[in-house]
């Protein structure tokens, strides 16, 4: 199943599957859901269940590496990386199969298939969200911006009128 349709949940949670496999790329969001499936094999596991992560294929890999971070921090392996190729985008959205064998593409969907079917079931260890945000740079999560709060002027526009408050204020009890 897929975290989009909510396909994976059931099968965690009732032990129907044996590993997960995580997809994701480097970017945020696609590691933010990466590490919620984390969260639910690791809650499942807690309550007797017996479901682990087989590894993480990182999709559409710019080679700038947070997915792979992620992976180790979380303590999956990467099973395979994917590279953002204008070719794969290409064959992709014509739906042609990318991993033929004997094409440019054969070698790696053929490792990728020997790494899943070998890769045992590991214990992940989901990261907390300052974990998580830490792999990014702060441009990219707005870390090292200080929110101000907004005026009255803000949300009420030009003309506000400041009116006093009607609350009962003691001084001294």
């Keep these: 199943g897929d975290v989009v349709c909510g396909g994976f949940g059931l099968p965690i949670a009732r032990d129907m599957c044996q590993k997960v496999i995580v997809v994701g790329s480097n970017d945020l969001q696609s590691l933010y859901v990466a590490n919620n499936v984390c969260s639910a094999v690791e809650y499942f596991r807690k309550l007797g269940g017996n479901v682990g992560v087989a590894g993480m294929v990182i999709n559409k890999d710019d080679s700038t590496g947070e997915a792979q971070a992620f992976a180790e921090k979380v303590g999956i392996p990467v099973l395979a990386a994917i590279p953002a190729h204008e070719d794969i985008r290409r064959k992709s959205a014509s739906y042609e199969i990318i991993g033929r064998p004997g094409t440019q593409w054969g070698p790696l969907f053929e490792e990728l298939a020997t790494n899943v079917a070998s890769a045992p079931p590991v214990r992940p260890k989901p990261l907390s ?18 929110l101000e709060p907004a005026t009255d002027v803000d949300m009420m526009g030009k003309d506000a009128v400041v009116k006093k408050t009607l609350e009962v204020v003691y001084d001294k009890v």
């Design 129 to 146: 969200q300052d974990d998580l945000l830490g792999l990014f740079s702060s441009d990219i999560t707005g870390r090292d911006y200080v």
